[in-house]
């Protein structure tokens, strides 16, 4: 597979002994491949051997941008993919040069790098090839259905390359696609099998393998009823398996006093209670845990790339089952932070289970930075779509940097208010709050305040509504997309708090 640049198609074609009439093949748009079958010689024949040559366009040389480079990338693994090749050989470009001055746009003006390195080529070529490598086949029986594994890509640069940087940057890049993985295993494994207490199962196999660096707390229902952790229970109060709250420690920086929170929305079906979702509404809700399936596989990462931080993972997770036994709408239950909250509606109980969660991570973790990450509005997917999270704080330089993160990561993180008016929706009558603003308006912002009443007033921290994009509808990507995964890690490993 050979990539090249719009202006390169006279010297691809010369360079590679092709046919000259296939300069006009050749268009050159980021992500158009164009297949070459050489003639083969008699032995080729004999033996079935048939190599193919592509060649995949990256754009003008003057517009590149790494984003073109990825969607080249992809392009590259689906013809793969799709003609069922399971060895190739990528020729990996070098250095892109971008000229400043088509660097513009709101957005992509704050992070685009004005030289593409190699190692950015190679990280893009090795996450695109990791990712579309992925399939959730465990419930497909017909082989022809199920995932073809690649068998070797290698990835050939030029000999004065610095190859084991490079070697580096794939090693990297494989934790990332693996912890992605485990992050959408996780989302898409469906509910009746995914309980709370398959997740607990999950995190001590985590726990277990790398047990000299994570040390794993399981608080049951029965902790949860000793500490007052009412809006966590009251949540999983109609299902079957108990709600748990499950924390795992992971002290990479013993001299430091930073402290990382990372704290997940683990739903692990959303019926909505008895606020019952509709057909149309209800049948993507066993992905409603994708926010601590983020957490506990960045966590992954961190510890297999030996990061330099103290953090503290949290998964809040209950079923928000409807049954006899469910909690009913106007209950008034006692958090644990003791503020007492009305359920005004059973369906935003993503915002209970973390608020009982953020207050405990506080009080027993004390972390200095904490970010949550939730499907926690379909409020958010009406503002932003399926493509960005919402990124709400309460320190904006702390959020330019999750911010940045994302950039890097190809996952957007789009900053919303939190505006006071918002914070007024949510003042009970007959009690301190309500888990529901006063309309269906703003409800991303609203739920981002009622958080915000559970964060101390010196914790830096963001809250990622991941709704839109921890589901993927695409073609070539399905299910649990693991988004947040990459970005997190990202800032994890490359900022310095
Ligand atoms: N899990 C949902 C949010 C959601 C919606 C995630 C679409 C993914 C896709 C959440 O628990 C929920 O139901 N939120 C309600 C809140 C409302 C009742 C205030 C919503 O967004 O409608
Ligand atoms: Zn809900
Ligand atoms: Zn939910």
């Known amino acids: 597979m050979v990539f090249y640049a719009e202006e390169d198609v006279a010297e691809v074609v010369r360079s590679h002994g092709?046919?000259?009439v296939m300069s006009e093949d050749l268009k050159g748009k980021p992500g158009h491949v164009t297949a070459y079958v050489p003639r083969l010689s008699e032995s080729q024949e004999a033996e079935g051997v048939a190599p193919r040559e592509f060649f995949v366009g990256i754009g003008k040389r003057s517009e590149i941008r790494l984003k073109h480079v990825r969607k080249a990338a992809c392009a590259a693994v689906s013809t793969l993919k799709s003609k069922k090749l399971t060895k190739a050989t990528i020729i990996v470009p070098n250095d892109i040069d971008v000229p400043s001055t088509t660097i513009a746009g709101p957005h992509m003006s704050v992070n685009e790098?004005?030289?593409?390195?190699?190692?950015?080529?190679v990280h893009g070529l090795a996450c695109a090839i990791l990712s579309g490598s992925y399939k959730f086949d465990k419930y497909i029986t017909?082989?022809?259905?199920?995932?073809?594994?690649?068998?070797?890509i290698y990835l050939q640069v030029q000999p004065e390359a610095d190859v084991s940087e490079l070697q580096k940057v794939v090693s990297r890049s494989m934790v990332i696609a693996k912890a992605t993985a485990l992050c959408r295993n996780l989302g898409n494994e469906r509910a009746d099998v995914a309980t709370p207490e398959w997740y607990e199962k999950k995190a001590f196999e985590l726990a277990s393998t790398y047990s000299t660096k994570l040390a794993m707390e399981c608080l049951h229902a029965a902790d949860l009823k000793g500490l007052g952790m009412n809006l966590l229970l009251s949540v999983g109060q109609g299902a079957?398996?108990?709600?748990?709250?499950?924390?795992?420690?992971?002290?990479?920086?013993?001299?430091?006093?930073?402290?990382?929170?990372?704290?997940?929305?683990?739903?692990?079906?959303?019926?909505?209670?008895?606020?019952?979702?509709p057909t149309g509404f209800i049948e993507d809700m066993y992905i409603d845990n994708a926010g601590a399936a983020t957490v506990l596989a960045t966590l992954q990462a961190c510890v297999e790339l030996d990061v330099k931080k103290n953090i503290v993972v949290a998964l809040c997770l209950a079923e928000n089952a409807i049954s006899n036994t469910a909690v009913l709408p106007s209950a008034i239950v006692k958090s644990y932070k003791g503020l007492t909250v009305e359920i005004g509606n059973t369906d935003a109980e993503g915002r209970l289970v973390l608020a009982d969660g953020l207050t405990y991570v506080q009080k027993h973790c004390h972390p200095t930075h904490l970010v949550d990450v939730a499907t926690l509005t379909g409020a958010c997917v009406v503002a932003l779509g399926e493509y960005a999270a919402g990124l709400f704080t309460n320190d904006d330089a702390f959020s330019a940097q999750i911010r940045a993160a994302g950039d890097n990561a190809n996952e957007i993180a789009w900053p919303l208010p939190i505006l006071d008016e918002h914070a007024e929706e949510l003042k009970g009558i007959d009690s301190d709050l309500k888990n529901i603003g006063k309309g269906r308006y703003g409800g991303a912002s609203t739920a981002a305040a009622f958080l915000r009443e559970f964060i101390e007033k010196d914790v830096k921290w963001c809250h990622l509504d991941i709704a839109g994009p921890a589901k993927a509808r695409g073609e070539k990507v399905q299910g649990a997309s693991g988004f947040g995964v990459h970005m997190l890690i990202e800032w994890l490993t490359k900022t310095s708090l």
Not at 142 to 152: A, G, I, R, T
Request: proline share 8%; hydrophobic share 35%.
């Open 18 to 20: 092709l046919p000259k």
């Open 113 to 121: 790098p004005r030289r593409i390195s190699q190692s950015d080529v």
């Open 142 to 152: 017909k082989d022809d259905d199920k995932n073809v594994p690649f068998e070797s």
């Open 240 to 277: 079957v398996v108990e709600p748990r709250l499950i924390l795992l420690h992971y002290n990479g920086a013993p001299e430091s006093s930073e402290k990382i929170a990372l704290v997940g929305k683990g739903i692990t079906f959303d019926t909505g209670g008895i606020n019952l979702k």
